[in-house]
């Protein structure tokens, strides 16, 4: 260990699951130099070895090559695996039994922005562990050493595990990338795959010229379910801005949920595990939840984080897990990561040995009334108290709470859900009912617990 430069990051940029920042303002390639040499250190330097991956954004070659330096000067080896998607940064660390893995990804955010996922052999690294990093910068404390750096490409390999694993018939599939980072592994991909594929926004462009590429948005899915109906597909996949992410339409053009998509993965997963133990987290319906226990597996209702998700799969041995964010998790078959392109590939097989109609599966599912996600603003110093109040005047009340994460309410007529943001200074809520009466009823009850805590309620709950 030496002592080096003290470095300081932005405050806003070392957040729970990641970090990650706007290029040139709170986000800079000195940053990304200063975590490679303080993760470099936590993992214990010389000797060490390190995937690094990144993704399609116009700044991430710099920043990737400050990475690059800050690992080789803690003494890391480093594995270079060039342009893609989150998921073949994840694929490689497994493959190549590294020590860590590294990502320079903006994900799903706009293109000015930008930032780093790190991951280690036993699991994500988020929480503590990134503010670990902080604190190593911050006193300069630093591993040194003379490490290198190796061109390894995974790309060819990762694309073949994908489709190699795929056990359904032919499909005729439309995919939307949305010009992100998973954009020629999907080209490459459906030339490997049976039946008939339409590829659109497929040329990786940081821009996102085309639309935001964020599948949980209805409105970025607009020119999919265009391809869906001219071309007579009967499905549609996109996926978000480094791939980790899925969402899908049905022929009809009708979106399928994350929530929906978990649903229809279990009935295949239990067909080889009966039983399993399904995660979702906090936010997914209550249909999902019903259905994943209908087919046989036991549900379990987790904290909303990829990272919690994860951590909390290899725990109890889950072989597939899901966020209504779009992140699904299989460790059946599988690496216990959230790979868009792969639950894609496994809700097509679903699909296949379904009756070959996601329509058909979507209309069979139960329905609900709900509002989307809500967030909104509160201070980072009040979102934690503002829920332990909400949570202390349910208890006065007597009332049914799940407080995994946040405080989650059911009633008759459904469910709402306050939580705080883990990554920003702000509240998230979510309604469902089973009708749309109970539906007005529930939004009052959860803006009248808001009112009475001294908040503002969102226009829109």
């Known amino acids: ?98 020590d860590g893995g590294v990502m320079i990804t903006g994900s799903h955010n706009p293109p000015e922005y930008n930032g780093i996922k790190m991951v280690r052999a036993d699991g994500p690294v988020y929480g503590d ?26 790309f060819d390999d990762y694309v073949a595990r994908l489709a190699g694993d795929y056990r359904g018939g032919a499909l005729k ?9 998973a954009g020629d592994a999907v080209t490459a991909l459906v030339a490997r795959l049976p039946g008939t594929h339409v590829v659109i926004n497929g040329e990786i462009d940081g821009r996102f010229p085309n639309h935001h590429p964020d599948p949980t948005v209805e409105a970025n899915l607009a020119q999919l379910k265009q391809a869906v109906g001219d071309h007579g597909c009967d ?69 909303t984080g990829h990272s919690l998700i994860k951590a909390k799969m290899a725990e109890i041995g889950s072989p597939l897990s899901g966020e209504m964010s779009g992140h699904i998790f299989f460790k059946h078959r599988f690496y216990g990561v959230d790979d868009g392109l792969y639950a894609g590939l496994r809700l097509m097989e679903a699909v296949s040995n379904q009756g070959g109609d996601l329509a058909a599966l979507k209309d069979a599912l139960p329905t609900a009334h709900n509002t989307p996600e809500v967030r909104f603003d509160c201070p980072e110093d009040r979102k934690v108290s503002a829920v332990a109040d909400i949570a202390r005047r349910l208890a006065d009340q007597g009332a049914q709470v799940v407080d995994i ?16 943001s883990n990554t920003q200074p702000a509240l998230t809520a979510r309604v469902e009912a089973w009708t749309p009466e109970g539906l007005d009823r529930l939004r009052a009850e959860a803006r009248d617990h808001l009112s009475a805590i001294g908040l503002t309620p969102p226009a829109d709950l």
């Not at 994460?405 to 705080?420: E, F, H, I, M």
């Open 405 to 420: 994460d946040g405080v989650r309410v059911t009633t008759p007529d459904g469910w709402w859900l306050v939580r705080a």
């Open 235 to 303: 499905l549609g996949l996109a996926f978000d801005g480094d791939g980790d992410r899925v969402g899908a339409v049905d022929a009809r053009g009708r979106v399928v949920w994350a929530d929906e998509i978990l649903a229809i993965l279990t009935r295949e997963v239990v067909r080889e595990i009966p039983d399993a133990t399904v995660i979702a987290d906090v936010k997914t319906s209550q249909i999902a939840f019903d259905e994943i226990a209908k087919a046989g597996a036991r549900p379990m209702m987790w904290k």
């Open 1 to 98: 260990m030496t002592q080096a430069p003290p470095h300081a990051f932005h405050p806003s940029i070392l957040r729970e699951y990641d970090i990650r920042g706007v290029v040139g303002d709170t986000l800079h390639a000195a940053d990304a130099e200063a975590v490679g040499r303080a993760f470099g250190t936590v993992l214990g330097g010389t000797g060490k070895t390190v995937a690094v991956g990144y993704d399609g954004r116009a700044s991430s070659p710099e920043l990737t090559a400050a990475m690059t330096r800050g690992l080789a000067s803690a003494g890391c080896t480093v594995k270079a695996i060039g342009l893609g998607p989150t998921p073949m940064l994840y694929y490689a660390a497994h493959v190549l039994g590294t």
């Open 173 to 181: 599939v439309a995919w939307d990338p949305g010009n992100g980072a």
């Open 129 to 154: 562990q990134i503010a670990e990093i902080g604190r190593i910068a911050a006193a300069g404390a630093f591993a040194s050493g003379a490490g290198r750096v190796e061109d390894v490409p995974v």
